[in-house]
């Protein structure tokens, strides 16, 4: 199936050991502004690959958990924001990570932060290891970024397409043939 999928793949952006380079950096980052501990929420589902490498390079005390938002239809921003599947941990007073793994409009996790802060966090910071500050249509500060890419189709490493192609394990650019 691998081979069927890597067919689709116009070009290789980043390669394992170019991901495996950045979760490092990420995480010294974060590892260098969190001495107490923090709160990762992983954004289902295609945060799950960049999470996993990245939490078991942070070196502090760390509890996680999930939240499943959407603001897209297919391909494309719906601009309505919906959570589909909300937090189970408390954060009232908590230091709190948000780890995507593309930031493209900013809808989403402008609603996101808002949301979260209304719920008494100490601090909230945003990680993503992919952003498109060409399409950002919400002005959204974003703590620790991987890529700044243009605005191409990429999936891989959790990103998919029709919920294809998250196993890959690189990023690359999608071949317009398989979405148009």
């Known amino acids: 199936m691998t081979n069927k999928l890597a067919d689709d793949i116009k070009e290789i952006l980043y390669d394992e050991k170019d991901i495996a380079n950045k979760v490092q950096e990420l995480a010294d980052k974060i590892n260098a502004d969190y001495k107490d501990g923090l709160v990762a929420i992983g954004i289902l589902k295609g945060s799950i690959p960049f999470m996993a490498?990245?939490?078991?390079?942070?070196?502090?005390?760390?509890?996680?958990d999930f939240m499943d938002v959407t603001s897209y239809e297919g391909t494309t921003s719906s601009g309505e924001v919906r959570i589909l599947k909300d937090l189970s941990t408390r954060i009232e007073g908590k230091d709190v990570l948000i780890i995507e793994?593309?930031?493209?409009?900013?809808?989403?996790?402008?609603?996101?932060?808002?949301?979260?802060?209304?719920?008494?966090?100490?601090?909230?910071?945003?990680?993503?290891?992919?952003?498109?500050?060409?399409?950002?249509s919400e002005k959204i500060k974003v703590d620790y970024v991987g890529y700044?890419?243009?605005?191409?189709?990429?999936?891989?490493?959790?990103?998919?397409?029709?919920?294809?192609?998250?196993?890959?394990?690189?990023?690359?650019?999608?071949?317009?043939?398989?979405?148009?």
Request: aromatic share 8%; net charge neutral; proline share 4%.
């Open 101 to 136: 793994d593309i930031i493209d409009t900013g809808i989403t996790l402008s609603y996101l932060t808002e949301v979260l802060k209304s719920r008494g966090v100490k601090s909230l910071k945003l990680c993503t290891l992919l952003t498109k500050p060409s399409r950002r």
């Open 53 to 64: 490498d990245l939490i078991r390079k942070i070196d502090v005390p760390l509890v996680m």
């Open 148 to 180: 700044e890419i243009e605005d191409n189709f990429v999936v891989g490493y959790g990103m998919d397409y029709n919920e294809n192609y998250r196993n890959l394990p690189y990023i690359g650019i999608l071949d317009e043939k398989v979405y148009k």
